[in-house]
């Protein structure tokens, strides 16, 4: 079984950097990635006539473009625009193209989409604005989180240029993402990784999407690869040797999962607090309880971890595990200081006194056990007991017997205080000392 801090601590820190998820799924068609070769692409371009406007929307169309690039008028040049009543098809496609371009400059995004949609639909347009269009219906879907008509409208794309773009291949799996179809992102991604490859500029955004996919379906065998491989290609990715850790964690090869936090670490790549605490975590479960103190230790002083009781309190338990009482005293000691909680606050001098009894500081202990019962811990028969220990083994016996007869008043202890006032009784007596 995993331990409870471990799950804890996983799941505050394997976050993958991807964009919102949608709130709700919905189902879109699959895309034909099997691309037109260059030869048939061809063909197409030198099918679609290089038509050009009539003069009357031609003379529209170039008022309207000097009002919007040398007047900055937007919104006259989509009025005069707008006022245009195209005679055909294409000159109706064209001031779409024209007039689409125009909204989304004036953001009015929903108005530019559906105009370069009818654009794009009307399928007229030559080879370069058609290819255009397809690809601005795709990513003002996008934007508008429509993500089942840009997925649409880039798989025509594609089907029409032929083109192997990154980033269209990035923006069809972010589509994916959105839509919680996380099975359908992993091809997508691997083609950008491979057009990015191409290129010689290897990116990390698709192997941060093939993550996401796996880990969202609990595939964490499959996300670990990625990071290995993704970790190949752009080792200098720290974040990733952070998530991969985690990611072993899951799986639970908790050594693995150490090696690599210890790279990381060591890399200088740690930069949040559950990544200090994953490691620390991890070095205890490991058996290695002095460097989890130690690490611990080292990074509430530098500020990385945040000072308060809870962390004080994992310094001083692994430093205990490891027999450094007196070390764990110190930090049981900060941990009472940082406690709100007065209940709390008490049981931390209470373990403190604890490890300074058995770190033979038996006046420090003392010291411990009675703030423990100044902050009213809840049972105070075994910290008279205590007190009475410390007292005893320092050969303060007035003082260990009256802290035992103060014991004698909790049932629970009676019987054991009892027999402790007899033994230091005896043992007083045997070094010559009066009660």
Same mark, same amino acid.
């Given at each position: ?62 008022? #309207? ?262 070390? #764990? ?107």
């Amino acid at each position: 079984m995993m331990h409870k801090k471990l799950l804890a601590i996983i799941s505050a820190s394997v976050l993958c950097t991807v964009m919102a998820v949608a709130t709700a799924p919905a189902f879109a068609q699959d895309i034909n990635y099997n691309l037109p070769s260059a030869e048939d692409v061809q063909k197409q371009k030198d099918s679609r006539s290089n038509q050009a406007v009539s003069e009357r929307v031609g003379r529209r169309l170039m008022n #309207a473009l000097d009002m919007y690039t040398e007047e900055k008028d937007v919104k006259g040049a989509i009025e005069m625009l707008e006022d245009t009543d195209p005679s055909d098809d294409f000159d109706r496609a064209y001031v779409n193209r024209f007039l689409g371009n125009l909204y989304a400059a004036d953001e009015q995004y929903q108005r530019a989409v559906t105009l370069v949609k009818q654009a794009a639909d009307a399928n007229v347009l030559g080879w370069s604005d058609h290819a255009a269009m397809l690809k601005l219906v795709a990513d003002l879907s996008l934007q508008l989180e429509q993500y089942e008509t840009a997925l649409q409208y880039y798989g025509k794309w594609l089907q029409f240029t032929g083109e192997a773009d990154a980033d269209v291949f990035m923006r069809i799996a972010n589509s994916y993402y959105q839509l919680k179809q996380y099975d359908k992102i992993i091809q997508p991604a691997d083609l950008a990784i491979k057009s990015f490859a191409a290129k010689g500029e290897p990116n990390r955004n698709p192997y941060i999407m093939k993550v996401a996919s796996y880990y969202e379906r609990k595939m964490y065998p499959e996300a670990a690869a990625v990071l290995e491989s993704g970790l190949a290609v752009l080792p200098g990715e720290k974040v990733w040797w952070n998530q991969l850790g985690m990611i072993y964690m899951l799986m639970e090869r908790f050594e693995k999962s150490l090696q690599t936090m210890e790279i990381a670490y060591l890399a200088g790549y740690f930069d949040k607090e559950t990544h200090y605490k994953a490691l620390v975590q991890l070095y205890s479960n490991m058996g290695i309880p002095y460097k989890a103190a130690m690490i611990m230790e080292k990074h509430i002083k530098a500020g990385d971890v945040e000072a308060i009781a809870k962390n004080y309190q994992m310094v001083a338990s692994n430093y205990e595990q490891s027999r450094e009482y007196d070390k #764990a005293a110190v930090a049981y000691g900060l941990a009472a200081k940082a406690e709100t909680e007065a209940e709390e606050r008490a049981n931390m001098y209470r373990r403190q006194g604890t490890a300074y009894l058995r770190a033979e500081q038996y006046t420090k202990a003392v010291d411990a056990y009675v703030k423990a019962l100044n902050n009213g811990i809840e049972k105070e028969g075994p910290v008279y007991m205590s007190i009475t220990e410390a007292h005893f083994y320092n050969n303060n016996f007035r003082e260990a017997l009256k802290s035992v007869q103060e014991a004698k008043k909790f049932s629970d202890q009676r019987r054991n205080a009892s027999s402790w006032e007899q033994y230091i009784r005896q043992k007083a007596s045997n070094r010559g000392v009066s009660l």
